[in-house]
């Protein structure tokens, strides 16, 4: 019995032994695994912190990593208007067109999205009158892909931009999809700083910023006329749709008009790069 009282003593203090060195490796664990939680976080916080500095900081949303993109632009359009059908929507908000761009071919420049998705943002734009008695915003977005947005005249007089657009409406009272044009059938704005139909832009005044390294073109004026404007759809109801049409004056195909006033800035990708953080 008394060997077995021993035994049992020394079973027990091996057990604690083991206790402790098993506890020993969790804890070794547990540090190892909240070091790589620390290194993963600090090497996203680096990822997060590069996007680019001091006057470049607009191009933030500049795909510069991806293949091919040799250019950055930054184009905030705080003024104008758009209408659709006889009602003239004010831009009262500023919106912002930011992508990326490919070399040039025959002139004309081939768009790369913005890294956020948004290379034309979402911004809601209030439609005078609203409708059936409720505020009624309109919200410009693309009805294509980055690469159908297509500019040309930057190196030289006459600037031009190609933008198949959609106006999602959004009030209350309408469908989450009510909109006026589609992906497969946008509103096609051809605009121009030169003449569009009755209306003339303006190509503004050029400048640079960070020792040349910006291009900057202030009080620039762009239009279209001319362009179609489809029915709405997706209001809800053909009985709501065509109310929307109604009050909206819609389809048109003639005396419609757009002029976007505008700030367009450019930088090479490279420049971009080298200015990340």
Known sequence: MASLGYGGASWQKQDQDNRRE????????????????VAVACVGASTAAAAPGGGFAVFAQCPVHTEGVGGCLYAPVGGGYLTLGKTVVPIAKTLVLQAGFLEEREGVLPLVGALDGET?????????GGLFGRPLDAVTELAAPASSI???????????????????????????ECSIGSNAHPIELNMTTE?????????????????????????????SSGFSVPKAGGCGSAVVDEAVDAKLGLPLSKSTAA???????????SAVESAEG
């Open 259 to 269: 002029a976007f006033d505008m700030t367009v800035e450019l930088a090479n990708a």
């Open 195 to 223: 003449t569009s139909g009755p209306l003339t832009g303006n190509p503004g005044e050029t400048t640079s910023i960070e020792r040349g390294k910006i291009l900057v073109m202030s009080g620039v004026s762009m239009v």
């Open 150 to 176: 297509l500019v040309s005249g930057l190196s030289g007089e006459g600037l031009a931009l190609t933008l198949p657009i959609k106006v999602r409406l959004v009030n209350p009272l309408l469908g989450a």
């Open 22 to 37: 098993s506890e020993v490796r969790v804890s070794k664990r547990v540090i190892v695994g909240a070091m790589v939680a």
């Open 120 to 128: 034309l943002t979402k911004v809601g734009q209030a439609l005078p």
